[in-house]
Every structure is written in structure tokens, then in C-alpha cells.
């Protein structure tokens, strides 16, 4: 790729970092130069790189519009740029239509159908396409196709577009959870975990994923074991929102109140400005549950880094845990309430009050 050498200082700078909100900047630079001086191809190579950058940093709005300014281009320029090079990106991007209430079950069911059919054209298996519909449906919280999707997937065969080893085996623990089939849960992150297979993501995802089932069960050393494992390969990762609720929300379980304490001093300002509206739901949620536990026994006041504008925090940022409670109870519910007018039915909202119990 040859490129102006204001952008390819921008590249070099970007891929010698980490995926975070810096890398991405540096990506969002260099797509912009190219832009300046309607560079198409580089353009297009940038926005590849922006994309993944981005996913995992957590900037999901970023990869849906670089992601559709690439699908247009192949549309125009298909011998320029073909679409088989971008099957991949599009499970990244229709697995995150569902994480945007406003974004309608018409639009999902179309993207999914379109993905569907440029996999079929391209003669690639539709090991990936059911994967992405099943952890979708989870999502709009439609059981019944989660579970056709589930069998659909079983059955396909895996090609270069299926996700990795350890990706899919953490995803088999996400479904069966979703499903709240715990002791299958369970039995997916035992083979997950003598695998012994590692990604960017994983195990720190999957061991997150285990611990509500291990606490449904009530398998609690067990599940003490893996947060401390899990939350140490987890802690300094970008875009782990959903991660680090799902850890905040079982040390309240736990009645870990100084675990809970740490988690969302260090978590909780990043997690309120997530762009995924699921995901931050999902901590709002866990941090709701986490005012309930200090609460109940018998605390106070919590130290949080809260924005000015929730007007929670006095002078020094401690934070009454009852009026925290409050809050996140409202913005949480609000939320959980789009969603299901959304999907169409009422399991989102009932679940948010289940965690805001801790029942």
C-alpha cells in the first residue's frame, strides 16, 4: 500500500499500539487524509484497519460507518474491491446491530439476509452466519431462532470466515448462559479451558461468561477462582464493557463489597460514555447491583469518578449508594424498555430488575 508519508507515519504510529481510543484516533487521521486527496484505495485499506480498531476498542458507531463506506465502494468497484474481502468484517458488523435499540428488527433481519446471501454467492460456508444470528438472537432475546440457529450452526462445516477455535467455544458458553442452561454453561467453559486455546479476546471473555452460571449453581469457590483469574487478564483491556459487568455484577453477588468497590472505581466512568447502549446497560446495571450490595451491608458512600452532569458525587466524589441505586434502577429500566419495544417482547426489562435485586 503506497501512501503520502504524512499517512504512513500516522499507520506506523497506530499499529505499533494496543487496540484502544488512541489507536483508533491515529486511524481516523489517516482515513481522513486519504480522504483530502480522494485516495479510494487507501481509503478503503485504512478504513480495514479502522474497522478492527475500532471493534475492539469499543467504538462500534466507527465500524459501522467505515464498514458501510467500504460495502458502497465494492458495490461500485467490485473488481477494485471485491466483497469477499469484506465477509469478515460483515459479522462484526451485523453482530452489533442489535447492541442500538433505535436500530429497528426490520434493519437487523435485512443486514443478516444480506450477509447471508453474499456468503452463499461467494461459495463460503454458513459456519460464521449462524454463529452471528445465534449470539443476535440472544440479543433481541428470540430463544426459539437462537436455538434453530443453534443446531444450524452445529451442522455447518468451519472455513477461513468462522471464527476462531476459542472465540466460538466462549461463544457456546454465552448461548447456553443466555439460555440460562447452567450446568451446560458450565461443561462448555470446562472444554474451553482444556482446550487451551488463547485469542486477543479469550479466555478473559470466557471466564466472565461462566460466572453467573457457577453462581446460579452456587458453586461459589469455583467461581471465586476464575474471576481472580479471569479479571486479571480482563482489567487493562479496552472495549471489555460487557466484561467488567459481568465481573462487577458477581462480586455483588458475592457480597464482595471491597472487590465491587475496586471494579467500579476503576470501570465506571469509561463504561457510562460506551457507545454500545446494550453493554452499557449491562453496567448500569451491574452497578446498580453493586450500590445494592454496599447498601446492604451497611455502607454508605461510594468513591466514584461520576460526570458532573448526573450531579451524584459531592466535592471529594463520594457518592451515597442509595441515590446511586436510584439512579442507575431509572436510567437502566429506561433503557431495558427500548430494547423491548424493540424485540418485541418484555425479557430484557424483567431481567434488568432481576439483577437490580439480586435474585
Known amino acids: 500500500m503506497s501512501m503520502p508519508f504524512e499517512i504512513e507515519t500516522l499507520v506506523r504510529e497506530a499499529d505499533a499500539l494496543p487496540h484502544c481510543e488512541a489507536q483508533v484516533a491515529l486511524y481516523e487521521r489517516a482515513v481522513a487524509l486519504a480522504d483530502s486527496v480522494n485516495d479510494l484505495q487507501a481509503g478503503y485499506e485504512l478504513r480495514l484497519k479502522l474497522m478492527m480498531s475500532a471493534v475492539f476498542a469499543g467504538r462500534t458507531e466507527l465500524m459501522f460507518v467505515a464498514f458501510s463506506w467500504c460495502s458502497a465502494q465494492s458495490d461500485r ?4 474491491f471485491p466483497i469477499r474481502n469484506l465477509l469478515w468484517q460483515f459479522k462484526w458488523f451485523v453482530d452489533n446491530l442489535g447492541d442500538f435499540p433505535q436500530i429497528s428488527l ?54 477461513e470466515f468462522s471464527n476462531c477455535i476459542a472465540c466460538v467455544s466462549s461463544g457456546e458458553i454465552e448461548y447456553f448462559a443466555g439460555r440460562r442452561r447452567w450446568e451446560l454453561a458450565v461443561e462448555s467453559f470446562d472444554r474451553h479451558i482444556s482446550d487451551g486455546k488463547r485469542c486477543l479476546t479469550q479466555p478473559a471473555v470466557a471466564y466472565s461468561r461462566v460466572l453467573l452460571p457457577l453462581a446460579k449453581l452456587e458453586r461459589w469457590d469455583e467461581a471465586r477462582e476464575y474471576q481472580r483469574k479471569g479479571y486479571r487478564l480482563a482489567r487493562n483491556q479496552s472495549g471489555f464493557t460487557l466484561v467488567f459487568a459481568r465481573h462487577l455484577y458477581f462480586a455483588a453477588l458475592d457480597n464482595n463489597v471491597a472487590a465491587a468497590k475496586r471494579m467500579a472505581a476503576l470501570h465506571t466512568e469509561a463504561a457510562l460514555r460506551a457507545t454500545s447502549v446494550y453493554d452499557r446497560m449491562q453496567y448500569v446495571t451491574a452497578l446498580g447491583a453493586c450500590a445494592l450490595c454496599i447498601r446492604r451491608s451497611g455502607g454508605g458512600k461510594i468513591t466514584l469518578p461520576l460526570p458532573a452532569e448526573m450531579q451524584l458525587a459531592d466535592a471529594k466524589g463520594k457518592v451515597d449508594v442509595a441515590a446511586l441505586l436510584e439512579w442507575c434502577r431509572a436510567d437502566a429500566v429506561a433503557t431495558a424498555e427500548l430494547f423491548d419495544k424493540r424485540n418485541g417482547n418484555s425479557h430484557i426489562s424483567r431481567e434488568v430488575k432481576e439483577w437490580l435485586s439480586m435474585t
Open 77 to 80: 468497484r467490485p473488481e477494485q
Open 106 to 159: 426490520t434493519q437487523i433481519n435485512a443486514a443478516f439476509d444480506d450477509m447471508r446471501r453474499r456468503y452463499v454467492q461467494h461459495g463460503a460456508s454458513l459456519h460464521a452466519v449462524w454463529n452471528i444470528r445465534r449470539q443476535l438472537s440472544l440479543i433481541l432475546r428470540d430463544f426459539e431462532e437462537s436455538d434453530r440457529c443453534h443446531e444450524e450452526f452445529k451442522n455447518s462445516r468451519r472455513d
